[in-house]
């Protein structure tokens, strides 16, 4: 299960983040703040989002409605301390699919994790994917057109597929990293600039090479 954890207590989320990777062996990004936790929702998918009520840069809350206005169609499980029934109707109008009063024990958030988990929140993605005159398929990750197939690295799929994912949207070195390279500590900016590098190289067959935007000292996006 792939959770999205926003929590500013430093040692709750250590104690969370760690119970979920070691005892459930759930892949977990731990965020900070509502606007980290919004970054990171809208660029990727996630099983189920672990949303604080209160953070410093505004309360999860606003980041849980933001997400909604803008069709999240995620589950999302919000942790606060307030525990009155009309604290728990704002925070399940607000758009949270599971409420969870603090203090808490693991195996309870194990329970209601694996009971959001077994809801189909996910869209649909389609095995191929038309961009243009080009045909992106990814169930062979490769790029095709008139009949000429390209193959990619499943790391050049990865990053592709991620930019498709937000085409026109800038996508930061540091966001491209947690997505594609995760806890590889071996891996840097070069890293990533050389495979974007390589992706463009590919993608200049069918000169294409232009979609893959360099933003200098932020990132990339796509843009056709």
Same mark, same amino acid.
């Given at each position: *299960?792939?959770?999205?954890?926003?929590?500013?207590?430093?040692?709750?989320?250590?104690? @969370?983040?760690?119970?979920?990777?070691?005892?459930?062996? !759930?892949?977990?990004? &731990?965020? +900070?703040?509502?606007?980290?936790? !919004?970054?990171?929702?809208?660029?990727?998918?996630?099983?189920?989002?672990?949303?604080? &009520?209160?953070?410093?840069?505004?309360?999860?809350?606003? %980041?849980?409605?933001?997400?909604?206005?803008?069709? !999240?169609?995620?589950?999302?499980? *919000?942790? %606060?301390?307030?525990?009155?029934?009309?604290?728990?109707?704002?925070?399940?109008?607000?758009?949270?699919?599971?409420?969870?009063?603090?203090? =808490?024990?693991?195996?309870?958030?194990?329970?209601?994790?694996?009971?959001?988990?077994?809801?189909? =929140?996910?869209?649909?993605?389609?095995?191929?994917?038309?961009?243009?005159?080009?045909?992106?398929?990814?169930?062979? +990750? %490769? @790029?095709?057109?008139?009949?000429?197939?390209?193959?990619?690295?499943?790391?050049?799929? +990865?990053?592709?597929?991620?930019?498709? +994912?937000?085409?026109?949207?800038?996508?930061?070195?540091?966001?491209? #990293?947690?997505?594609? &390279?995760? %806890?590889?500590?071996?891996?840097?900016?070069?890293? @990533?600039?050389?495979?974007?590098?390589?992706?463009?190289?590919?993608?200049? @067959? =069918?000169?294409?090479?232009?979609?893959?935007?360099?933003?200098?000292?932020?990132? #990339?996006?796509?843009?056709?």
């Amino acid at each position: *299960m792939n959770i999205l954890l926003a929590e500013d207590d430093i040692k709750l989320g250590e104690l @969370i983040s760690y119970m979920l990777e070691k005892k459930a062996k !759930y892949h977990v990004d &731990w965020v +900070q703040t509502g606007e980290d936790a !919004y970054e990171y929702a809208i660029v990727s998918h996630y099983d189920v989002i672990i949303m604080d &009520w209160m953070m410093p840069d505004g309360d999860g809350i606003q %980041t849980c409605k933001k997400l909604r206005s803008e069709r !999240y169609g995620g589950a999302i499980l *919000m942790l %606060t301390a307030k525990d009155a029934i009309e604290d728990r109707v704002i925070g399940l109008d607000s758009g949270a699919d599971d409420y969870l009063v603090k203090p =808490f024990e693991i195996d309870e958030l194990l329970a209601r994790l694996r009971a959001l988990g077994r809801r189909n =929140f996910s869209p649909i993605r389609e095995d191929i994917l038309k961009i243009e005159d080009i045909t992106i398929n990814r169930t062979s +990750q %490769t @790029i095709e057109k008139d009949h000429q197939h390209i193959q990619l690295t499943p790391r050049e799929y +990865q990053l592709l597929d991620l930019l498709v +994912q937000n085409k026109g949207q800038v996508l930061t070195r540091d966001i491209i #990293y947690d997505r594609i &390279w995760g %806890t590889e500590t071996d891996v840097s900016y070069k890293t @990533i600039d050389a495979t974007v590098k390589l992706l463009r190289k590919k993608l200049a @067959i =069918f000169n294409k090479e232009n979609w893959l935007h360099s933003i200098r000292g932020v990132g #990339y996006k796509l843009e056709t």
